[in-house]
């Protein structure tokens, strides 16, 4: 499984020995599906069956290091996702960033995976932690209102619906810009990890927008791996800076372990709102996976995540979790290509309307049409068939 926290991955790369000159690797992945995906059950506008060709989070990807002299490193990547089923365009949208590596660590700056996303990827059953089955479609969305992202400026203006074939995950889980991470070194497999986002939106009421904003956060991670074992914990907490001077955070704590024939993973979330819409609003989220290998090429996989309902200023709101089951196989052709096929189902409570975290199926207000319908208590569920290439 692919490293979601890039700068990990750099800090590896910078203890394996100096650079007698700077060097650039090229690298990507090319993941395509295709999907038969429907929303049934209590929603309200069956559509039927869909098809349609998904590329997972396929992308490009530049990277290299120079060796400085004096035990110090400059690292760089720009990486882009690749959406090649529908003529996307290239861009630094993935892990992008410039820093330094040394004995103190790694600090890099750009669009960055904090640990909040690494730890939900890592405990992913996927490869690549993509796909319809992806444990995104339910971490921290906080009942479907804390979707997407900050635009190029900073600012999230939050959401509770998703467009077909979109990406639909929780803030928490998607990369954040203008952010500066630093990144220890490892200690008997312990190591932590602090991002800061900057609030490069700060805006004064009058000037510019009809509100004030000023959106910062911080995102820090506390993880051990040491050969099969892998467990962390971390803590993402986001001020929005508007006017309702709302709050938003993350908790988590999981972990895998590798037996060689078979692995399980874990996790807890709780993701909590402050001020939001005047109410404290929290949800916790419960994850469960494994794999098994049948063949040395072949393994099945499986994962089950139940989001609870929201808690409204302590209170319960009935109805408002939902559950994601996914069953799947992944069978081998080489060290770098492999076939897959998973059946994956998202069973929204009557209140909640979850969609696939990755290739969301598009689901658009209640009584709405458009490019989604309303999936408010249906079913969403979908099976996939594809290949995946790494090179």
Not at 162 to 179: E, H, L, P, Q, Y
Not at 208 to 214: E, R
Request: charged share 15%.
């Amino acid at each position: 499984m692919q490293k979601k926290l890039i700068a990990l991955a750099v800090a590896g790369l910078a203890s394996t020995g100096a650079f007698a000159q700077a060097n650039v690797t090229v690298y990507g992945v090319a993941d395509a599906t295709f999907d038969i995906v429907k929303i049934s059950g209590d929603a309200k506008n069956d559509l039927g069956n869909t098809t349609r060709v998904s590329t997972n989070s396929s992308l490009i990807g530049f990277k290299g290091a120079e060796s400085l002299g004096n035990g110090l490193t400059a690292v760089f990547q720009f990486e882009s996702g690749v959406g090649f089923d529908n003529t996307g365009a290239l861009g630094a949208t993935r892990d992008s960033f410039v820093g330094l590596a040394g004995g103190f660590g790694t600090v890099v700056l750009g669009n960055l995976t904090g640990p909040t996303r690494a730890l939900g990827g890592a405990v992913d059953v996927n490869s690549g932690a993509t796909g319809i089955g992806s444990n995104s479609g339910i971490l921290g969305k906080l009942g479907n209102n804390l979707i997407g992202t900050t635009d190029t400026n900073g600012s999230y203006a939050g959401g509770s619906t998703c467009g077909r074939s979109t990406v639909c995950t929780s803030i928490f889980d998607t990369r954040w810009k203008n952010a500066i991470a630093y990144v220890s070194p490892s200690f008997a497999g312990l190591n932590a990890t602090v991002a800061y986002v900057a609030n490069e939106n700060k805006t004064l009421q009058g000037t510019g927008p009809a509100t004030s904003l000023n959106t910062t956060g911080y995102d820090i991670g506390l993880k051990y791996a040491n050969g099969p074992a892998m467990a962390a914990v971390t803590y993402n907490a986001v001020s929005l800076g508007n006017s309702a001077d709302t709050k938003v955070a993350d908790f988590r704590a999981g972990g895998s372990f590798d037996f060689g024939i078979a692995s399980v993973r874990a996790i807890f979330d709780l993701a909590r709102a402050d001020n939001f819409a005047g109410n404290k609003v929290t949800q916790a989220v419960y994850g469960l996976g494994g794999t098994f290998n049948v063949t040395p090429a072949s393994k099945l996989l499986g994962q089950v995540y139940v989001a609870r309902d929201l808690k409204v200023n302590g209170s319960s709101a009935n109805d408002t979790g939902a559950k994601l089951f996914e069953l799947g196989v992944e069978h081998s052709l080489s060290k770098r290509t492999m076939l897959k096929a998973s059946y994956a189902l998202i069973n929204n409570d009557k209140g909640a309307s979850y969609d696939f975290g990755i290739n969301a199926v598009g689901i658009a207000p209640a009584g709405g049409f458009g490019n989604g319908i309303n999936a408010t208590g249906g079913t969403v569920q979908g099976l996939s068939v594809g290949l995946r290439h790494t090179f």
